[in-house]
C-alpha cells in the first residue's frame, strides 16, 4: 500500500470518534399478494433516499440500483422483489458434499463462500437481506454440533430465505422441524419421560421457542410496551408451560417413511438427514397430558407427535404477543434500534390482518416494515432514529457498492470472528441463541442508557473491534478480501466509476456520500475527507504516478467514509 494513502490508526480512530458526541444517539405457501396500501405510497425517492431505503432493504446499494429507484418506487421495488425467484446456498455446497470422501466432514469456509458470494451477487436481494435477518432471530449456530454440518446450515439458511415472504405460521413450524435447529437446540431424538429412570424430556427447544422465537418473556400491548399489574411486567409462560410444552417436542427426529427404532436414531444413515425436515415417531412421543399457556392436550392411548405440534405452534402463533415481538424485532434488524410504540403497533397490525383477514403474511409485515413513516421519514428528522451498522453488513456493502468480483467464481472468504483483526462477527456463527448481541442491549453509562434507548450492535462494540475494523477495511479497500488465489485476494472490487471522478475531490466525495450514507455525511466530516483526498496530488507529467495517486484518493476517500461516524450509525 503506498504510505501517501496509510494513514497510521491513531489517526483513523481520532476521525471516528470526531463526530461521536454530535452523532445521532439513536442508533412457503403461495399467497395471494395484497397490494400495497394507498398510505405507504410514497413519490419517486432522491438518490439519497433511494440509497437509504437500500441498506435497509438489501445488502448494499448499486450506483445503478440507486439510479433505478429513483425512476420508481419503493413499493414497485418491493413487489418486483417479491417476484424473484430464490437464490440458494445449498446447491453452491452441494458439488463439494457429492466429492467428500467418507468420514470427511465439509469445513464452514465453504459456507461462508456461499452466504458472501449470495450477498454480493444475488437478484433477490430483499429475500436474501430478510434471510439475514430472520437468522438473527431464529437463531442457529456453527459454532457448536453444527460445525462441520455445512449442508444443514445451508439449507436452514435457505429455509429461511423460502419463508422471507409466506406466512409466519409456515416459518416457526420449518424451524421447528428442521434438523439444524434440532441439533442446535437439543430437540432433535428428544425422548419422552421415563419416571421409572427419572428421565424428563429436554426442555431447551420448548423454552427458547417462546422466549425468543414467538411471544417473549412479557405480556405485551399491540404497540410492543409491557403490559402492567400493580407496576409490574406480566410473565408469559411459567415454568409448567415449558414443562408441558417440552412434553410436545418429544419423539422428533430423522426425516424417513419408516418410522423405526433404528431410523429414529439414524443407525442406517439416511443420507439428507441434514436438510429434511424432522419427522415424529410415536413409540417416543409422549402420551401424558400436555399443559401450556392455557391450552390442554389430554393424555391419550396413542401417541400422536404431528398433531400435538399442530396445537402447539397454533398457540404459538396466535399469541396476541407475537406481532409486536416478532415485529418489533425485525424493525430494529432492518431499520432502526428504537422504534416508537405507534410504529411497532403499525407493524404488528400489518401481522394481525394483511388486509384481507390473513395472520401472519410476512409480505405485508415487510411492507409495513420498510415503508412505514417512521422508517422513511426525512433525512434531516432531528428525532432519534437509526443503528449501529452491524460489522457483516458493513462489508456486504463494500462488496455491493463496488462490484466486488471473484477471479476464482468461488468467493473464496474465510472466518471473520477476531474483532481484534477482522469484523468481529461471521455469518451463522453466533456465540449463543441470543444472537450475536440481545435487542434490549443498553450500552452502560452511555447517553443512550440515560433517554432509556436501546443500541443492540453496540454490545459487540469495543477497543479492540473499533481498531480491528478499521485495519481490516483499510486492507480490505486497499487489496480485496477473502484467501489469496494465485498470490491475489480472492473478491476484488471495481473502483472504475469512482477513479472517474478521482481529479475532482468533490465530486468523488459527493458520490461516496451517495453510495454508502445516502447523504448523511455532516459539513464537517465531508470536509474532513474532501481535504484528505485533495492532499494526495496528481502529477502532470508522469501517467503512472497519476494513476496511483487517483486510486489512492478513491481508496482514501472510501475508507474515511467507512470509518466515519455516519457511516457507522445507519440512519
Request: glycine share 6%; with cysteine; aromatic share 8%.
Amino acid at each position: 500500500m503506498s504510505h501517501t494513502y496509510r494513514l497510521g490508526l491513531p489517526v483513523l480512530l481520532a476521525f471516528i470518534l470526531a463526530g461521536c458526541v454530535s452523532a445521532p444517539q439513536g442508533p412457503a405457501e403461495l399467497q395471494v399478494r395484497t397490494p400495497t396500501p394507498a398510505a405507504y405510497r410514497y413519490p419517486a425517492p432522491s438518490a439519497n433516499e433511494a440509497s437509504r431505503f437500500l441498506q435497509q432493504a438489501s445488502f448494499g446499494p448499486t450506483l445503478g440500483e440507486i439510479e433505478a429507484l429513483t425512476h420508481s418506487s419503493y413499493a414497485d421495488w418491493i413487489d418486483t422483489q417479491f417476484t424473484l425467484p430464490q437464490s440458494r446456498l445449498l446447491p453452491i455446497i452441494e458439488p463439494e458434499h457429492a466429492k467428500l470422501e467418507k468420514g470427511k466432514n465439509l469445513n464452514q469456509e465453504l459456507f461462508f463462500r456461499a452466504f458472501w458470494k449470495t450477498a454480493a451477487t444475488a437478484p433477490d436481494q430483499l429475500r436474501q437481506r430478510m434471510a439475514f435477518a430472520l437468522s438473527e432471530i431464529f437463531v442457529i449456530s456453527m459454532d457448536g454440533m453444527l460445525d462441520v454440518k455445512m449442508r444443514a446450515v445451508s439449507s436452514y439458511q435457505d429455509m429461511l430465505a423460502r419463508n422471507a415472504f409466506g406466512n409466519f405460521r409456515t416459518l416457526i413450524e420449518d424451524v421447528a422441524r428442521h434438523p439444524a435447529m434440532g441439533v442446535y437446540l437439543s430437540h432433535l431424538k428428544n425422548l419422552k419421560e421415563d419416571p421409572a429412570k427419572g428421565r424428563v424430556p429436554d426442555e431447551n427447544f420448548a423454552r427458547e421457542v417462546m422466549q425468543l422465537f414467538t411471544i417473549g418473556l412479557y405480556e405485551l400491548n399491540p404497540d410492543g410496551t409491557p403490559k402492567l399489574v400493580n407496576g409490574e411486567p406480566v410473565e408469559t409462560y411459567s415454568n409448567d408451560d415449558i414443562t408441558g410444552l417440552a412434553k410436545v417436542f418429544t419423539g422428533f427426529s430423522y426425516a424417513n417413511q419408516e418410522l423405526t427404532d433404528a431410523n429414529f436414531y439414524n443407525q442406517n444413515r439416511q443420507p439428507d438427514w441434514e436438510i429434511l425436515p424432522m419427522v415424529g415417531y410415536p413409540q417416543f412421543h409422549s402420551k401424558s397430558e400436555k399443559r401450556f399457556l392455557g391450552v390442554t392436550i389430554p393424555a391419550s392411548l396413542v401417541a400422536d407427535p404431528e398433531g400435538d405440534l399442530k396445537i402447539a405452534l397454533d398457540r404459538l402463533f396466535n399469541h396476541p404477543n407475537v406481532g409486536p415481538f416478532f415485529g418489533r424485532q425485525l424493525i430494529q434488524r432492518l431499520v432502526t434500534s428504537n422504534p416508537s410504540p405507534a410504529y411497532v403497533a403499525r407493524v404488528a397490525a400489518a401481522f394481525n390482518n394483511n388486509g384481507r383477514g390473513v395472520r401472519g403474511d410476512m409480505q405485508a409485515v415487510v411492507r409495513a416494515v420498510l415503508l412505514d413513516p417512521e422508517a422513511r421519514r426525512p433525512l434531516n428528522s432531528q428525532q432519534a432514529s437509526g443503528k449501529v451498522r452491524e460489522p457483516i453488513l458493513r462489508l456486504s456493502q463494500w462488496m455491493r457498492a463496488f462490484h466486488a468480483t471473484s477471479p476464482s467464481g468461488d468467493y473464496q472468504m474465510y472466518n471473520t470472528d477476531n474483532p481484534g483483526t477482522s469484523l468481529g462477527q461471521s455469518p451463522m456463527r453466533s456465540p449463543t441463541v441470543f444472537n450475536f448481541y440481545r435487542p434490549g442491549f443498553v450500552p452502560p453509562g452511555t447517553a443512550l442508557a440515560r433517554q432509556n434507548m436501546v443500541a443492540p450492535e453496540m454490545q459487540i462494540v469495543s477497543e479492540s473491534s473499533v481498531a480491528g475494523y478499521a485495519n481490516f477495511i483499510q486492507s480490505t479497500i486497499d487489496a480485496g478480501v477473502g484467501k489469496n488465489v494465485n498470490g491475489k485476494r480472492d473478491i476484488q472490487p471495481d473502483y472504475s466509476a469512482q477513479l472517474a471522478l478521482a481529479d475532482t475531490p468533490d465530486k468523488l466525495v459527493d458520490q461516496l456520500d451517495v453510495l454508502l450514507t445516502g447523504g448523511e455525511l455532516s459539513t464537517t466530516s465531508r470536509q474532513r475527507i474532501r481535504d484528505a483526498v485533495a492532499d494526495i496530488r496528481i502529477p502532470a507529467n508522469n501517467p503512472a504516478q497519476a494513476d496511483n495517486a487517483r486510486r489512492n484518493r478513491v481508496k482514501l476517500g472510501i475508507l474515511l467514509t467507512m470509518v466515519s461516524p455516519e457511516y457507522l450509525v445507519q440512519k
